[in-house]
């Protein structure tokens, strides 16, 4: 099973969105990146044809690999690529859309999907979110600038992990906590000096990780804060 999830991560799943930003979202003519993609889009297809050969599903019995893979097979026609050279897709595709379950997903939402091109204001929306901290070093010419558009701030998901760290250090002994704790703080710093990510991202995300690792231990039943005793005797 890993091995199929693992194709459709790496192959089906990929070519098949790199070529629907080409033939849904790219304005103007780009003839390499579009056939580029299609054939990808027709290799990968051409290894489900091959899997399918004899078997109703991809491991023989509905699974995963199958609910996994059949959204990018099922805009095949969208994408411009009919399936008449893919028999077995075609039957595999048409089996799994006739499942009650998959039918209610389908449906889920019908009534705000896309029906025309994308506007300039939308693909404004979409391709047009650069962050002046995620341009690496080069963003300190500016100056690091604590908050950054409300709109675009969001909490440091590696800062987050780097709090966690540094509040469950509170229940190691004095020299141990001391050393993960400049640790995390250091490695937090690095999003700011080395990566010019804005500073309140990384405050916010450290401050959020702390807070739920405390949380947690409250909820496991861990002990929040380590003896008396042990941070003499460590000292």
């Known amino acids: 099973m890993l091995e199929w999830l693992f194709w459709q991560v790496g192959n089906l799943g990929p070519m098949a969105g790199q070529l629907s930003h080409f033939v849904n979202y790219a304005q103007g003519e780009h003839p390499y ?18 899997r399918l050969e004899g078997r109703e599903f991809i491991l023989g019995e509905y699974s995963i690999a199958d609910m996994a893979s059949w959204p990018w097979v099922l805009i095949a026609k969208p994408l ?26 389908v449906d889920l939402g019908k009534e705000w999907r ?57 229940a190691l002994p004095a020299g141990p906590r001391r050393a993960i704790r400049a640790l995390a703080v250091g490695l937090s710093l690095t999003r700011i000096v080395v990566l010019a990510h804005w500073a309140s991202d990384v405050v916010a995300g450290f401050a959020l ?27």
């Open 33 to 50: 990146s579009h056939k580029r993609y299609a054939d990808e889009y027709n290799r990968c297809l051409g290894v489900l044809e091959r």
């Open 80 to 105: 411009g690529q009919p399936l008449d050279d893919f028999p077995n897709v075609a039957r595999w595709r048409a089996a799994v859309r006739d499942r009650p379950a998959v039918q209610r997903g």
């Open 114 to 170: 896309r029906r025309a091109p994308p506007s300039d204001e939308e693909r404004k929306i979409l391709f047009n979110q650069t962050r002046p901290d995620r341009r690496t070093v080069i963003g300190h010419v500016h100056g690091i600038s604590f908050s950054g558009k409300r709109e675009d701030a969001f909490p440091s998901g590696h800062a987050l992990h780097m709090g966690a760290l540094a509040s469950a250090a509170s």
């Open 209 to 235: 990780g702390a807070v739920l690792e405390r949380f947690l231990r409250l909820w496991t039943g861990y002990p929040l804060e380590v003896s008396k005793e042990d941070d003499h005797a460590d000292s």
